[in-house]
């Protein structure tokens, strides 16, 4: 009872942490306070929307796709890549050569900060930009959001194109919509809570190769599956 309380404690303090520090500094902490593997880490110098796309969207192959009026970039304060998160960043077998950030590697995901100028945004506002910025990438995308006094965390579901095997369909955006980080609700705290407990389990108990795939996987079923406030979608 007690390490679960500490738990629940140090997950509260990680999100509190949004209020005095930076958006790329306190989302790295708040997943390493989870128990990620965040070391695999590749920061842009300004963290400016033009920097973004002077060194992602230019170069992807999909830039075409994106909509800069979709994803609201004049609404974009800052932008970060916080890590990526890899296979084996579950089995503890980083290896010399893992040293930079592979946007190619398809058993990974990559997190991504973006802070926001205003105070409130609407659920279809965040799922669009989510799903604008993984229009760039063939891997799925994490994105944690900061704006006014919320913070939300946003996945998106993809799948292979039935028609054509090298490329992807973009499905359904899920959110943790508005955790209010001065004093996040008890309900967000447990699902960071359970995200830790679910990844501890599968790792040591269940999965002798821990996928990628299960970890989206379980961050569905707990959005799906446990109650949950209002502004849960």
């Known amino acids: 009872m007690a390490k679960n309380t500490d738990e629940k404690l140090n997950i509260q303090e990680a999100i509190t942490a949004f209020v005095k520090d930076d958006i790329s500094k306190a989302g790295i902490n708040l997943f390493t306070v989870l128990g990620y593997d965040t070391s695999l880490q590749a920061p842009l110098d300004d963290k400016t929307y033009e920097e973004f796309k002077g060194n992602y969207i230019e170069n992807s192959p999909n830039a075409e796709r994106f909509s800069e ?51 409130e945004y609407t659920k279809s506002q965040i799922a669009n930009i989510t799903r604008e910025v993984n229009k760039l990438f063939p891997i799925p995308i994490f994105i944690v959001f900061k704006y006014g006094e919320y913070l939300t965390l946003a996945i998106i579901n993809r799948r292979v ?12 955006v899920t959110l943790i919509k508005d955790i ?33 795939f299960v970890f989206q996987l379980l961050y569905w079923e707990l959005l799906c599956r446990w109650p949950a406030p209002e502004k849960f979608c």
């Open 161 to 172: 194109n039935k028609r054509d095997n090298n490329k992807d369909v973009l499905e359904k």
């Open 69 to 119: 009026d979709k994803a609201m970039t004049n609404e974009w304060k800052s932008i970060d890549i916080l890590f990526q998160l890899t296979d084996n960043s579950f089995s503890g077998q980083l290896q010399l050569f893992d040293s930079k950030l592979d946007p190619l590697n398809p058993q990974s995901y990559l997190c991504f900060a973006i802070e926001l100028h205003g105070n």
């Open 180 to 212: 209010i980080f001065a004093k996040p609700h008890r309900a967000h705290v447990e699902y960071n809570e359970l995200l830790c407990q679910h990844k501890k389990i599968h790792r040591f108990k269940v999965y002798k190769l821990y996928s990628l």
